[in-house]
């Protein structure tokens, strides 16, 4: 398996618009999962990348050097990661896909340690995580990580202390799904994440009043542009793949679906903090050029 650097160039003509820059090989065994992969701009350009928890490694881009190789003991490194993230240029957080956490010191080749155990649920359930970056001056352990499970099982950990959960709660969702489950952080909302993968449907909410009750959560805002006519006219009901917040506009998301469409939109809680939860409406959705 490998993966290859790229770069776009925006243009009229659509033609040659990714060019290979270089290509990572990267270890990898027959029937293996694809590689999950994270950057971090703080220093030179790194690139984590892994499939199972024996196969982590992070790779200086532009030389190819391998700079770090994850210690893993045989009896759990066959583990398949569902994410992989930098807490900050010395700190890696591995999510695997049965939920469980481990954390590894760059410096330390051997160092990685389990940070947080599988949360209590079902052994058929497959789980990601979402990170959020600590602000400026604050230890990046102390910003929660979300967990979500294929059945909509959300968990808050607090990394400092993960012999308990800061939250449990359950999103209502219409199916199981499992392939593009997707958790994300606010990055200027304090206490607000979205999560997607289930349908055709974006979902956003506000942790800040959620417990350990595990009871059900009800969304602030759903964002339902992709279930509604479909880019390539399938019959089939579109599936939301990916989305993610705009870093710079705190309440503006971008979210693509398997029909191909690729949504930029706004999202609004009409009510503000009455205490009754609104579906909101989006208020800007837009299909970028290209994507249908």
């Known amino acids: ?16 618009v990714i060019k290979s820059v270089s290509t990572i090989a990267t270890e990898s065994g027959t029937g293996q999962s694809w590689a999950k ?36 003991q045989a009896s759990r ?23 469980r956490l481990c954390l590894a010191d760059t410096r330390q080749p051997q160092s990685l340690v389990e940070a947080a155990s599988v949360p209590s649920a079902p052994c058929s359930e497959q789980w990601c995580m979402g990170t959020r970056h600590a602000a400026q001056g604050l230890e990046p352990s102390s910003q929660p990580v979300a967990r979500l499970s294929s ?7 607090d990394l400092r202390k993960t012999s308990e959960l800061l939250a449990l709660a359950k999103a209502r969702v219409s199916s199981p799904g499992s392939e593009f489950l997707c958790v994300s ?16 449907t974006v979902h956003v909410y506000d942790t800040q009043s959620w417990d350990s009750s595990g009871r059900e959560a009800e969304p602030i805002f759903v964002h339902r542009g992709h279930a509604f006519g479909g880019a390539g006219g399938s019959e089939d009901p579109p599936l939301v793949t990916v989305h993610t917040w705009h870093l710079q506009k705190p309440r503006t998301l971008l979210s ?20 009754t939860s609104h579906l909101g409406i989006s208020t800007r959705p837009k299909t970028l050029p290209g994507s249908m």
Not at 151 to 157: C, D, P, S
Not at 256 to 275: E, F, I, N, R, T
Request: contains cysteine.
């Open 256 to 275: 693509a679906a398997s029909d191909g469409s690729l949504h930029v939109w706004d999202w609004v809680q009409p009510c503000g903090k009455c205490g």
């Open 77 to 99: 490194g066959s583990e398949e990661l569902s994410n992989l993230a930098f807490l900050d240029c010395n700190t890696v957080l591995l999510c695997c896909a049965t939920g």
């Open 1 to 16: 398996m490998c993966f290859t650097s790229v770069f776009c160039l925006f243009c009229p003509i659509l033609i040659d």
């Open 151 to 157: 059945r909509g099982l959300l968990t808050l950990t």
């Open 185 to 200: 952080w606010a990055p200027a909302l304090e206490g607000y994440l979205a999560i997607s993968g289930f349908d055709g």
């Open 37 to 72: 992969i994270a950057t971090i701009s703080a220093r030179a350009p790194w690139v984590l990348h892994g499939s199972r928890l024996d196969r982590v490694q992070i790779t200086e881009v532009e030389s190819r050097k391998n700079v770090y190789t994850a210690g893993i």
